[in-house]
């Protein structure tokens, strides 16, 4: 599997902007949201260079006047900037936020601003695949009903988008048998109040009558499935608040 991996026009113009800056002196910044693969990038450009934590300032400090070439990660929690002249050094910036003073500019030839996963639609398919075989691999399942990439929240980026995938197979491979032993643990841990038939029925009634009227589109056909009388039906379709 390739260290990084993106068919995005904008990525592919930061990463052959950072490849020519290999041969130069000169430091950069990419910003963007968390998890769409900035530090992935970096590494890929630039395997040999020394890491360094924003966050940790007298070490921050330390090292910068140890080495010449340097890459600083979460580069936002530093604070106030004035770590001082990059000229004659490589640093990398790595940051999450995109909010920063104007004398930034005075630290860095160039400043890049990385696109979210979700202006990035060929690479969510790309990554997509990648989680999927890692999510068979660890769940041991085979070819199970592909997820709707389109109906993915992207909100936290590569990080909603691995959640949903390993979710997705996790849920695939749920038996009679599991789904008893993972209501036994919650049940066990949770009984204990007044009335707690009555509280916990609906985590039984909800999704069954939810995923028969997904499947069958009707309440007169759902009613008929299980067995119940439609009114009935109608009156818990209410009390759940089913839409």
């Known amino acids: 599997m390739k260290l990084f991996y993106s068919t995005s026009t904008k990525v592919q113009y930061i990463t052959k902007g950072l490849e020519l800056s290999k041969s130069l002196f000169v430091s950069s910044l990419i910003i963007g949201e968390a998890h769409i693969g900035k530090k992935s990038l970096i590494k890929s450009i630039f395997p ?8 940790d300032i007298i070490k921050l400090k330390q090292t910068l006047n140890k080495h010449d070439e340097l890459i600083i990660s979460n580069f936002e929690l530093y604070g106030d900037y004035s770590i001082g ?12 936020s995109t909010s920063f003073p104007s004398h930034i500019d005075s630290l860095f030839a160039f400043i890049y601003t990385m696109p979210s996963l979700k202006e990035r639609p060929e690479d969510v398919e790309y990554l997509a695949d990648i989680f999927t075989k890692e999510a068979r691999s660890i769940f041991m399942t085979k070819d199970i009903s592909p997820l709707d990439l389109a109906k993915i929240d992207l ?22 048998n599991k789904i008893e032993r993972i209501l036994y643990n919650y049940f066990e841990k949770e009984l204990g109040g007044n009335n707690d038939y009555a509280k916990y029925l609906p985590i039984f009634e909800h999704p069954l009558i939810m995923a028969g009227l997904d499947k069958f589109g009707s309440q007169l056909k759902l009613s008929s499935i299980l067995g119940i009388n439609r009114n009935t039906l109608r009156k818990k379709v209410y009390e759940l608040g089913i839409n």
């Open 155 to 176: 909100a936290d980026n590569t990080k909603s988008l691995k959640k949903a995938i390993f979710e997705h197979q996790a849920y695939n491979t749920i038996t009679p």
């Open 48 to 55: 040999e260079i020394p890491w360094v934590d924003g966050s």
């Open 85 to 96: 002249d990059f000229k004659g050094k490589r640093i990398i910036a790595i940051s999450d």
